[in-house]
């Protein structure tokens, strides 16, 4: 079963700085990868999606994220984060041909200080 | 607003009671799927519908859950004599057929174990 990790749980920043999450998978097949969002009081939320071609992909609100198969990483980016950004930002995982359920991981929460 | 809905947002029981949730899917989504989500954690992936029928479940689900839906519309889920460790955030979501198709979500049903 694949499996997912996040690191550095809890990030604060200031507005306009850069965000980089992180996020690593474990599993040898064809995957597709996640990120979702969750702004404060509102559900689950589509950030971006992966699942083939140019691994550079761009998202809503300025978000990118950067599959690299070699690393079996897909790490999301904000060149320069508004206060609105403040949110729990969850990495998931699905196996294009295996199980049908989405791994996720544990999510970062960011705190975009005014 | 057409996406997923869940009902009730929340839930108090007392330990022992049977408590049921509902999903409404997005229409046209034949598959539906229900997570649940504790503190601090991402949601782990619980069961999956493709229309009526239960294809795949959880080892988390154990005998005391069931789900259901009966006409591949919306779907239930039920928690028998629940327990404290049942507290959580249900999760439901839908997507259209394939495995590796988006999984929308839907707000969420906060259950608390009393």
């Known amino acids: 079963a694949q499996s997912v990790s996040q690191h550095n749980h809890h990030v604060i920043l200031s507005e306009a700085a850069s965000l980089e999450l992180g996020c690593n998978y474990s599993?040898?097949?064809?995957?597709?990868l996640f990120w979702y969002v969750q702004y404060p009081g509102q559900h689950l939320q589509l950030l971006l999606k992966y699942f083939s071609g140019d691994p550079l992909v761009k998202g809503i609100k300025g978000f990118e994220a950067e599959f690299i198969k070699s690393k079996f990483s897909f790490n999301l980016r904000k060149p320069s984060v508004q206060w609105s950004d403040t949110a729990e930002y969850f990495c998931a995982v699905i196996s294009y041909y295996g199980n049908n359920r989405l791994a996720f991981g544990k999510g970062n929460q960011v705190v975009v200080i005014p | 607003d057409t996406g997923v809905s869940q009902d009730p947002r929340h839930k108090i029981t007392k330990r022992g009671q049977n408590v049921t949730f509902r999903c409404d899917p997005i229409s046209e989504h034949n598959r539906l799927y229900w997570y649940r989500q504790t503190l601090g954690q991402g949601p782990e992936f619980l069961t999956y519908?493709?229309?009526?029928?239960?294809?795949?479940k959880s080892r988390l689900l154990s005998d005391r859950f069931s789900a259901e839906r009966p006409k591949g519309s919306f779907s239930t889920l039920e928690i028998q004599r629940t327990e404290q460790g049942d507290s959580a955030m249900y999760l439901c979501?839908?997507?259209?057929?394939?495995?590796?198709?988006?999984?929308?979500f839907g707000p969420g049903t906060r259950l608390t174990v009393l």
């Open positions: 979501a839908s997507s259209l057929d394939g495995a590796a198709d988006t999984q929308y």
């Open positions: 599993y040898g097949g064809t995957v597709n």
């Open positions: 519908f493709q229309n009526e029928a239960q294809l795949e």
